[in-house]
C-alpha cells in the first residue's frame, strides 16, 4: 500500500521560508519520480516541483528561483525548500509519486501552507 505523509506546512510571514518533507513507503522510492503540487482556495491544483530518480527536477513557472525540490533515497523522504514566499503561494501543498510499471499517480493528504503577515 502506498503511502505519503507530509510534514511541515504552517503559517510564514511573506518573505520568509519554509521546508516541507514528504515520506513514502509501500513503493521503491528510488526508481519513483517524485513531487509537490498545490492548490489554493477556487483554483485547480498545479505543478509545483518534480524530480526523477536521476535527480532531475522540473519547476513550475511561478516558484522558479525561489523553491528547490530535493530527495534523499537513503530516507525515502522528499522535500521542498521554499523562500521569499509571498501570500500568492498560500495553499494545500500535496505530495505526489509515480513510478513503473502503471505510472499511477499516488497523493498524500496534504499539509496547509499559509503566508500572511
Known amino acids: 500500500q502506498v503511502r505519503l505523509v507530509e510534514s511541515g506546512g504552517g503559517l510564514v510571514q511573506p518573505g520568509g521560508s519554509l521546508r516541507v518533507s514528504c515520506v513514502a513507503s509501500?513503493?521503491?522510492?528510488?526508481?519513483?519520480?517524485m513531487g509537490w503540487y498545490r492548490q489554493a482556495p477556487g483554483k485547480q491544483r498545479e505543478l509545483v516541483a518534480t524530480?526523477?530518480?536521476?535527480?532531475?527536477?522540473r519547476y513550475g513557472d511561478s516558484v522558479k528561483g525561489r523553491f528547490t525540490i530535493s530527495r534523499d533515497d537513503a530516507k525515502n523522504t522528499v522535500y521542498l525548500q521554499m523562500n521569499n514566499l509571498t501570500p500568492e503561494d498560500t495553499a494545500v501543498f500535496y505530495c505526489?509519486?509515480?513510478?513503473?510499471?502503471?505510472?499511477?499517480?499516488?497523493w498524500g493528504q496534504g499539509t496547509q501552507v499559509t503566508v500572511s503577515s
Open positions: 505526489n509519486t509515480r513510478g513503473p510499471p502503471t505510472w499511477r499517480h499516488y
Open positions: 509501500g513503493i521503491v522510492f528510488n526508481i519513483n519520480t
Open positions: 524530480i526523477d530518480n536521476e535527480g532531475n527536477t
